[in-house]
């Protein structure tokens, strides 16, 4: 889960790292009052989680009340990677002379947490991580021990950060960590950290993403996940304790286990079709689960043929079936063509109880996504 | 021959007094899995189907010469399960319980590699050695005995490749589900090398996904010390950067590291064939026997 900017920044606040004065605002108006009140020149940023906000023009600075008025306008309302933006942080600018990245991420192949600086802060850093791996210094941290003092310091000496603020960044980055370590981060960076003519450092932008498998004990955080923004889909996914993602094609996709709806998503694509999303049931498949995922899919416009792809190993087939009769007899008109298969325990009792007047029946994991892609295209 | 279980292995099932575990169990014992006792704290004493429950792992180790575990203890309290079967001491520790924290993870993590016991998970389907044991939720029937080992990264993938390969004749030495969480005990690599030195395996199928450099290792790998023929999948191909797909583990990071490409580049420059479908990754495994 990943918190908005406003929020990680509320977060790193009350941990004692310095962040710029800003107000979070919904409306035009205010704002403008909250640029009044920060002082110029301010930063009007849109509070959609989404990389990239600036490219993307979701950040403007502004130097009176009108140019707020006017950024405001234009950002408050517009969508930023598929996201509505609804609420600006209006923020006092930053005049600094030097740009760091610091941030704290897990290692998955080393399996432990490791700390990153860099003195090239302000751009995009996976790009410089890419071109350039020298340029950002790894400091892998026991999680046993937890992060030394000598290990931040190491990090921040190596990256070449300026001696006259090395100790505070060290300090920032130790923070970073403890937070990483107390809130069940799995990502935490700050890019850039600012540094002013006087050698203060200041969080100029926050990420914060949280473990959703830790969030039972992370009840403050939990409960500002519910302040949710963007796709009403997802959300409504999530709601029914789904795994879902909303993609850009035509074919609507519910399968069991990650890796099968990852593999019928690439079918699609791969037979010429566009996959609309990804939908895992997960375990079991009760009518109502059944119903519950259609109407997910459903719901999304773009959709003009479902592929209902399951492999039962523990989950039985004739259950499955009767579960996808009993939800598509409560549709009055089902929207799409369903096209289903069945594999794996009872999967033949399963293919005979379908009601073909509601679906189509096919043998293959190829056969359904190829029949199902032509339904999208048109074709009968 | 097989890798980490056979009809020997004498399994303790941790969390068996619980739904899921209880009814694996007996799924896993009608398969003619040798499960020996069950572990779960206050519990001592009692029986699950006859099977004998202990209140520690090592005492059921002990009591009843267990080497292997099998866990299905909710995430909230599986990292200390974990800790505690990796302590007995056993060789081979499955978690199947999907959900674990990542920073428990990390700590049970360093703890396997302090000590010879194989960690295989945790959100996996379990490891199956055909007509001998299986070892959590994978559905025995349909495998079959035969000399392709099979690793992968997800559970119904895994059956649907293991059904083209039984229904084509194409019987398995041992399947290992690895899990979909970004740490796992064992990763390709680790599973690779078991089905290397195992000399009835003369094929392997790797059915990898999106997100972390596991799969790129895994190529280094086969390039540089396998003589076994390996033939590979790859899910996730028009998966989005940036979202996780259902895994914890599945997602390409924005700078688009653990992409679909970079994998089955990988994999193909280690003269490991990468099918597109399912269907064609078993093709090459014909061509391999």
Not at chain 1, 157 to 182: C, F, I, K, N, P
Not at chain 1, 202 to 230: C, I
């Amino acid at each position: 889960m990943k918190l908005h900017e406003h929020q990680a920044k509320e977060v790193f606040a009350d941990a004692g790292i310095p962040v710029p004065e800003s107000r979070l605002v919904a409306t035009v108006e205010e704002a403008a009052e909250a640029a009044e009140a920060v002082g110029y020149p301010a930063a009007v940023k849109a509070q959609v989680r989404v990389g990239g906000r600036g490219k993307a023009g979701g950040i403007e600075l502004v130097d009176d009340a009108d140019e707020a008025r006017a950024a405001a306008e234009e950002i408050l309302g517009m969508e930023l990677k598929g996201l509505r933006v609804d609420e600006v942080l209006v923020e006092a600018a930053v005049d600094f002379v030097d740009e760091l990245y610091v941030g704290v991420t897990m290692d998955r192949g080393a399996g432990e947490p490791v700390a990153m600086v860099s003195t090239r802060g302000g751009v995009d850093i996976e790009a410089v991580a890419a071109e350039e791996p020298d340029a950002i210094v790894r400091e892998g941290v026991d999680p046993v021990f937890g992060m030394q003092p000598y290990e931040a310091r190491k990090a921040v000496y190596e990256a070449g950060v300026d001696r006259a603020v090395a100790g505070d960044v060290a300090s920032v980055v130790r923070t970073l960590y403890g937070l990483w370590d107390d809130d069940d981060a799995t990502e935490i960076e700050v890019n850039p950290l600012m540094v002013t003519a006087d050698d203060e450092v200041v969080a100029a932008d926050a990420v914060m993403n949280v473990d959703d498998d830790a969030l039972f004990r992370q009840p403050e955080l939990a409960e500002s996940a519910e302040a949710t923004d963007g796709d009403n889909l997802e959300a409504k996914a999530d709601e029914y304790g789904f795994d879902y993602v909303r993609l850009d094609g035509d074919v609507g996709i519910v399968g069991n286990g990650a890796g099968l709806v990852m593999t019928t998503l690439d079918l699609v694509d791969y037979y010429g079709g566009a996959p609309a999303n990804f939908l895992d049931i997960g375990g079991g498949a009760k009518a109502e689960r059944v119903a519950n995922a259609l109407e997910v899919v459903f719901a999304d416009d773009s959709v003009e043929a479902v592929v209902f792809n399951i492999f039962g190993g523990i989950t039985r087939g004739d259950e499955v079936a009767r579960g996808i009769n009993e939800a598509l007899t409560q549709f009055d008109e089902i929207p799409t063509p369903v096209v289903v298969r069945l594999a794996g325990t009872n999967a033949e009792e399963g293919m005979e109880i379908l009601n073909t007047d509601l679906v189509t029946v096919e043998a293959t994991l190829e056969s359904a996504v190829q029949r199902a892609v032509d339904y999208a295209e048109g074709e009968t | 021959m097989s890798i980490l279980v056979d009809a020997d292995s004498r399994v303790v099932v941790q969390g068996i007094t619980g739904g899921e575990g209880k009814f694996h169990t007996r799924q896993m014992t009608e398969y003619g899995t040798n499960v020996v006792a069950g572990a779960v704290p206050g519990r001592g004493g009692q029986e699950v189907d006859g099977t004998p429950v202990y209140d520690t792992v090592a005492g059921a180790a002990r009591a009843e010469d267990a080497d292997t575990s099998v866990v299905f203890v909710p995430p909230a309290f599986a990292a200390d399960a974990l800790l505690e079967a990796l302590d007995a001491p056993l060789d081979l520790v499955v978690a199947i319980t999907e959900g674990i924290p990542q920073q428990d993870m990390a700590t049970v993590y360093r703890k396997a590699s302090e000590t010879d016991t194989h960690l295989v998970g945790p959100n996996c389907p379990g490891v199956i050695t055909p007509d001998e044991a299986k070892l959590g939720i994978l559905p025995g029937d349909i495998f079959a005995d035969g000399d392709v080992g099979l690793v992968s990264r997800s559970g119904t993938l895994t059956y649907q490749v293991v059904d083209s390969l039984t229904s084509r004749g194409l019987g398995q030495t041992t399947a290992v589900g690895i899990g979909g969480d970004p740490i796992i005990g064992t990763d390709f690599v680790d599973a690779l090398e078991l089905f290397e030195a195992d000399p009835d395996t003369r094929a392997v199928v790797m059915c990898g996904e999106i997100g972390g450099e596991d799969e790129e290792e895994a190529a280094r790998y086969i390039g540089e010390r396998m003589d076994t023929p390996v033939a590979g999948f790859i899910a996730g191909r028009t998966a989005p950067p940036g979202k996780r797909m259902g895994h914890a583990g599945a997602i390409v990071s924005g700078s688009g590291t653990g992409t679909a490409e970079s994998k089955i580049a990988a994999l193909e420059e280690a003269s490991a064939p990468v099918g597109d479908t399912p269907e064609e990754v078993v093709d090459r495994v014909e061509d391999f026997l």
